[in-house]
T-cell receptor, first 115, second 111 residues
Framework: NAGVMQNPRHLVRRRGQEARLRCSPM?????VYWYRQLPEEGLKFMVY????????ESGMPKERFSAEFPKEGPSILRIQQVVRGDSAAYFC?????????????FGPGTRLTVL | AQSVTQLGSHVSVSEGALVLLRCNYS??????LFWYVQYPNQGLQLLLK??????LVKGINGFEAEFKKSETSFHLTKPSAHMSDAAEYFC?????????FGAGTTVTVRA
């Protein structure tokens, strides 16, 4: 049973370019979460999605960041016009349900470096 | 609002010695608490979770944690450290779907 898949594992972008991060949840999971880990910090919640719906994007920066989870295919986190401060590790997690007791399973992360 | 504080960003232990990682939480409602481990360049792996059943929770790889409401703590322990325990450990709290993580504690194990 494959775990949460993320690609690419490493992504290098120049300032002003776009970054697209992909996440395929565990089989049978319809709840997806994105977290960001800045250097020397813990993970911070960004957004929670179900198929075709954004449920909670309270942790997303208001500009340049967007997320989607289409009916078919992986969830995408998109960062437009990247800046150096976007350099971080971005983790996707998935769960079977959205209750507090439902375990979130994490992918290996995408490490974004902005030059 | 909920949050966790991990005391000590770095812990160094000798192989075979006790591992103790401290986590204190703040939550306005009964919390659910988690410990995750992160190996270099990998994602987070769940070690154990507290979901209001037994206060002493046993996890994988010989780790356990005890929920103490009076102390608002959820410290992680392992009686005997192994070299493979070298990693970063994160405590997290939630009362819905949004996990709030501590800043992490890096464990090094001396031979």
């Amino acid at each position: 049973n494959a775990g949460v898949m993320q690609n690419p594992r490493h992504l290098v972008r120049r300032r002003g370019q776009e970054a697209r991060l992909r996440c395929s949840p565990m089989k049978g999971h319809s709840h997806v979460y994105w977290y960001r880990q800045l250097p020397e910090e813990g993970l911070k919640f960004m957004v929670y999605l179900q198929k075709e719906n954004i449920i909670d994007e309270s942790g997303m920066p208001k500009e340049r960041f967007s997320a989607e989870f289409p009916k078919e295919g992986p969830s995408i986190l998109r960062i437009q016009q990247v800046v150096r401060g976007d350099s971080a590790a971005y983790f996707c997690a998935s769960s079977l349900g959205s209750r507090s007791t439902d375990t979130q399973y994490f992918g290996p992360g995408t490490r974004l470096t902005v030059l | 609002a909920q949050s966790v504080t991990q005391l000590g960003s770095h812990v160094s232990v000798s192989e075979g010695a006790l591992v103790l990682l401290r986590c204190n939480y703040s939550s306005s409602v009964p919390p659910y608490l988690f410990w995750y481990v992160q190996y270099p360049n990998q994602g987070l792996q769940l070690l154990l979770k507290y979901t209001s059943a037994a206060t002493l929770v046993k996890g994988i790889n010989g780790f356990e944690a005890e929920f103490k409401k009076s102390e608002t703590s959820f410290h992680l322990t392992k009686p005997s450290a192994h070299m493979s325990d070298a990693a970063e450990y994160f405590c997290a709290v939630t009362n819905d779907y949004k996990l709030s993580f501590g800043a992490g504690t890096t464990v090094t194990v001396r031979a």
